[in-house]
């Protein structure tokens, strides 16, 4: 009997400390979406992006949007954000959190004058360690870079990745949620549709040791349209190389197709190194930033004979 007692105050004791609300009635007037992280993705120790949509057909809202994130496993933060959702409207609701540890699944409560009004259990999180990194792909098409969801084998530094397809609404205007990514991959995108806010965080991402790389070709102007902020590089004129025998040589592959590569002349000042050169060709060119690097080839990444080449 002295052990019921005793487990019972100590289950009393843990629920002190949780946060407790008044119920109310499931309102089918409420309607709530939650995106978290990156398609579930983020990296542990950084800022992850949670993104709720509400949309209320009932009575005013005056609330806020609270999650609760683990630090460890005995100490948890509850982060919220201001949720103001008149009758008959929609709201976009845009939260932040940190967590430290290997969590699988959040609470997305929605609260008003200490009542639980909606509560969305988002429970296919997937937290990366330091042993792998997310790669974003900024591209208007996705299907000339499948390759790089084709991982490698082995023990190199395009296994550890998880590759993620990514909008312009999906650049952060927080260099702190950008740090979700260690590469970045730009190509057949207008970089033009990106606000000031983003450019800069993409800027400042790479100084603190981000990779990028920009891929041209045909698409180069709008590719490099919105990072003029890096600056000296410009796009030129355009040729065609059949079976480029640099790239067969950098790769150790032969491009065997009969498909002439379109090149973009990349004209450049002397912040950038030609890494891949071949009759005043620039082929591939690189920059150092801070702690970051940005490349630009003068192809782009996601057409022929590139997508067909086991060299890619």
Same mark, same amino acid.
């Given at each position: 009997?002295?052990?019921?007692?005793?487990?019972?105050?100590?289950?009393?004791?843990?629920?002190?400390?949780?946060?407790?609300? #008044?119920?109310?009635?499931?309102?089918?007037?409420?309607?709530?979406?939650?995106?978290?992280?990156?398609? #579930?993705?983020?990296?542990?120790?950084?800022?992850?992006?949670?993104?709720?949509?509400?949309?209320?057909?009932?009575?005013?809202?005056?609330?806020?949007?609270?999650?609760?994130?683990?630090?460890?496993?005995?100490?948890?933060?509850?982060?919220?954000?201001?949720?103001?959702?008149?009758?008959?409207?929609?709201?976009?609701?845009?939260?932040?959190?940190?967590?430290?540890?290997?969590?699988?699944?959040?609470?997305?409560?929605?609260?008003?004058?200490?009542?639980?009004?909606?509560?969305?259990?988002?429970?296919?999180?997937?937290?990366?360690?330091?042993?792998?990194?997310?790669?974003?792909?900024?591209?208007?098409?996705?299907?000339?870079?499948?390759?790089?969801?084709?991982?490698?084998?082995?023990?190199?530094?395009?296994?550890?990745?998880?590759?993620?397809?990514?909008?312009?609404?999906?650049?952060?205007?927080?260099?702190?949620?950008?740090?979700?990514?260690?590469?970045?991959?730009?190509?057949?995108?207008?970089?033009?549709?990106?606000?000031?806010?983003?450019?800069?965080?993409?800027?400042?991402?790479?100084?603190? #040791?981000?990779?990028?790389?920009?891929?041209?070709?045909?698409?180069?102007?709008?590719?490099?349209?919105?990072?003029?902020?890096?600056?000296?590089?410009?796009?030129?004129?355009?040729?065609?190389?059949?079976?480029?025998?640099?790239?067969?040589?950098?790769?150790?592959?032969?491009?065997?197709?009969?498909?002439?590569?379109?090149?973009?002349?990349?004209?450049?000042?002397?912040?950038?190194?030609?890494?891949?050169?071949?009759?005043?060709?620039?082929?591939?060119?690189?920059?150092?930033?801070?702690?970051?690097?940005?490349?630009?080839? #003068?192809?782009?990444?996601?057409?022929?004979?590139?997508?067909?080449?086991?060299?890619?």
């Amino acid at each position: 009997m002295r052990r019921v007692v005793l487990l019972f105050l100590i289950m009393m004791l843990i629920i002190s400390f949780l946060p407790i609300y #008044g119920l109310a009635a499931p309102d089918e007037k409420i309607k709530m979406e939650a995106r978290v992280g990156f398609d #579930g993705y983020f990296q542990l120790g950084q800022w992850i992006p949670i993104n709720v949509s509400i949309e209320n057909s009932g009575e005013d809202i005056k609330g806020e949007i609270e999650v609760v994130g683990n630090q460890d496993e005995t100490t948890s933060i509850l982060y919220s954000a201001p949720a103001i959702i008149p009758k008959g409207s929609k709201k976009e609701i845009n939260l932040y959190v940190l967590i430290n540890t290997l969590q699988k699944r959040v609470n997305v409560d929605l609260i008003s004058n200490g009542k639980l009004l909606k509560r969305l259990e988002i429970d296919d999180l997937i937290p990366m360690s330091r042993s792998s990194f997310l790669m974003g792909v900024l591209t208007d098409d996705q299907s000339g870079l499948n390759y790089w969801w084709e991982k490698q084998s082995g023990n190199r530094l395009f296994t550890n990745y998880e590759p993620i397809l990514l909008g312009a609404d999906d650049i952060p205007e927080k260099v702190e949620v950008m740090d979700n990514f260690s590469m970045l991959i730009v190509d057949d995108f207008d970089t033009g549709e990106l606000t000031s806010a983003q450019k800069e965080t993409l800027l400042n991402w790479v100084d603190g #040791g981000g990779i990028l790389i920009v891929g041209t070709g045909g698409a180069g102007a709008k590719a490099l349209r919105g990072l003029d902020n890096i600056g000296g590089l410009e796009v030129g004129d355009e040729k065609t190389v059949l079976k480029p025998k640099v790239l067969s040589e950098l790769a150790d592959i032969e491009i065997l197709a009969d498909i002439p590569l379109e090149i973009r002349q990349l004209n450049h000042d002397g912040s950038w190194s030609q890494i891949v050169v071949d009759d005043s060709i620039s082929y591939i060119l690189m920059k150092r930033r801070g702690r970051g690097y940005v490349f630009a080839s #003068g192809f782009s990444l996601g057409t022929q004979p590139i997508t067909g080449w086991t060299g890619s």
